[in-house]
């Protein structure tokens, strides 16, 4: 069999309408820190922003304006906490914890709207933007390898 890689003389791929589908819904579902940080700008009421992680990695720092409800309490706290009408985008450590994807699940099933912030709070920092801690706000230099370092989106 010839693979040939030209393809100035062939017709457009038909749409592959099952990876449309598939990524139109999770980016319903996902979103990330620089996507986060861009809508917060825009519309500083428009979600809540839920910390999943627990005490001890709030207390070391945090998202400013997010609240924090460890992923264990949300099933009995949520509906006290954030408003059932609300939007909702919970975040955990970072790409390898699954921490925000259950806090996101125990969203769900609560039946509020949620999205999950992929990269966590470790991109956050990582990507250079502001953080509070217990001593204040501060900030890191953007790591390269994550994050364009002159500015706090990646343009995609």
Do not use: Q
């Amino acid at each position: 069999m010839t693979i040939t890689t030209d393809t100035s003389a062939s017709a457009p791929a038909p749409v592959n309408e099952g990876a449309v589908a598939f990524f139109r819904r999770k980016l319903a579902f996902e979103t990330d820190p620089s996507d986060v940080f861009a809508a917060r700008d825009a519309d500083p009421d428009g979600f809540t922003l839920v910390d999943s992680r627990g005490d001890a990695a709030w207390n070391g720092g945090r998202v400013p304006g997010a609240i924090h409800l460890p992923t264990a309490r949300i099933s009995t706290d949520a509906l006290d906490v954030v408003p059932i009408d609300r939007t909702v985008v919970v975040y955990c450590w970072g790409p390898a914890c699954n921490g925000g994807t259950k806090a996101a699940l125990a969203f769900a099933l609560l039946g509020y709207e949620v999205k999950e912030m992929i990269g966590g709070f470790e991109y956050w920092v990582r990507e250079g933007l502001e953080i509070v801690t217990d001593d204040g706000p501060a900030r890191r230099s953007p790591d390269p390898l994550t994050a364009p370092s002159s500015t706090f989106v990646c343009d995609c």
